[in-house]
Nanobody, 127 residues
């Protein structure tokens, strides 16, 4: 049974940093693409970043490019999202998810390509 557990959320001031973790069990994360998504109250869930199988490629939504970095620790079977310079538009519940298929060379920020989801972790940015 695949289980994804996100952690690392919290409350920071604008300009602050957080590092989110997505730890997996029941699946070898390196085989699959992993995406980070977020959903703010009253808004649709949107893709933030993704990393392809075996780190073939990574993508970011425009608003987080140059601020967020996705990377994978194969030994820990964990994918991280380092978020720097957090802005008032970033607060949301952040979710990680794995692709429905293995060996994905080019990942997608479209949530419909992902099958297994974590429970989410809250990120708050306020002064």
């Amino acid at each position: 049974q695949v289980q994804l557990v996100e952690s690392g959320g919290g409350s920071v001031q604008p300009g602050g940093s957080l590092k989110l973790s997505c730890e997996a069990s029941g699946v070898t994360l390196d085989t699959y693409a992993v995406g980070w998504f977020r959903q703010a109250p009253g808004q649709e869930r949107e893709g933030v970043s993704c990393i392809a199988s075996s780190d073939e490629s990574a993508f970011y939504r425009t608003s987080v490019k140059d601020r967020f970095t996705i990377h994978r620790d194969k030994a820990k079977n964990t994918v991280y999202l380092q978020m720097n310079n957090l802005q008032p538009e970033d607060p949301a519940v952040y979710y990680c998810a794995t692709s429905g298929f293995a060996n994905v060379v080019v990942c997608s920020l479209n949530q419909f390509g992902y099958d297994n989801w974590g429970q989410g972790t809250q990120v708050t940015v306020s002064s």
